[in-house]
């Protein structure tokens, strides 16, 4: 089980990576036509494969092997949590003293369960649309992340969500670490700073998203954005 937490872990952090990357194209500008990169890039995301491959079908393809592995890491860590619980029914009579053990550590499961709450809300207002705080737009990213981003209170709620990302994957990424038998006295002083940066950089990168566009830094959406679609075939 805990080898499946480790490779679920591995492929969302790939998507955890990407999808920040892909973010901070918001603040990067727009083409010669006046269309914002992250729109660009968002098209690009739904029309991966074509021709080849159908329109969506590898943008799905992918969003699959993300649910199953986010299902199979919620469900394998559950099993462990009971494991463990069933494992010492009964509680210490004195409080441990925690010498190793770190706030991240300890909260593990809490950030988890937050986090899958985070995901289910920002699914449903960037992707579905099915909560729309703010109005959303079809196929325009940088309106939407405009108009969502500039409200203080959603800036604040994704700031807050990217800080405890932050505390999950340091935790996530020694565990790794320890799980794939890499750690050692010698070089954990070296994976532990590899923790630390890997989510501080995160953490930064999500962050100068809304923050940037709270502060009004970033640009309004131009008027009329160019269009992304394929023109239509001409009739025979």
């Keep these: 089980m805990k080898a499946v937490v480790a490779v679920t872990g ?36 739904r029309t991966m ?15 699959i092997v ?3 592995a986010l299902v199979l890491h919620v469900g394998m860590v559950m099993r462990l949590e009971t494991q463990n619980r069933a ?23 809490v950030t988890g369960m937050l986090l899958l709450v985070f995901i ?16 959303i737009e079809p196929e325009q990213v940088y309106t939407n992340l405009y108009n969502a981003f500039t409200v203080w209170f959603i800036a604040l709620f994704y700031v807050i969500a990217m800080g405890l990302l ?8 020694w565990s790794l670490f320890q799980t794939l038998g890499i750690d050692n006295p010698d070089r954990n002083r070296g994976l532990r700073l590899t923790a630390v940066m890997t989510a501080v950089i995160l953490f930064l990168g999500f962050c100068s998203v809304p923050l940037l566009f709270v502060m009004g830094t970033m640009p309004e959406p131009p008027g ?8 239509p075939e001409e009739s025979p």
């Design 49 to 63: 494969g074509e021709p080849l491959l159908p329109h969506g079908f590898a943008l799905w393809s992918v969003r």
């Design 166 to 173: 932050g505390l999950h994957l340091y935790h996530g990424v």
């Design 224 to 231: 009329q954005t160019a269009a992304l679609a394929t023109p």
């Design 120 to 135: 289910v809300i920002h699914v449903l207002q960037f992707t579905t649309g099915t909560i729309q705080v703010t109005p």
């Design 10 to 45: 591995v492929i969302l952090f790939g998507f955890v990576l990407l999808h920040m990357l892909g973010n901070l194209k918001a603040l990067t500008g727009k083409d010669a036509q006046g269309v914002p990169h992250i729109d660009t890039y968002g098209r690009f995301l």
């Design 66 to 68: 993300l649910l199953v």
């Design 87 to 109: 494992a010492r029914p009964i509680r210490y009579h004195h409080r441990l003293v925690l010498v190793e053990s770190t706030v991240a550590a300890r909260t593990m499961l």
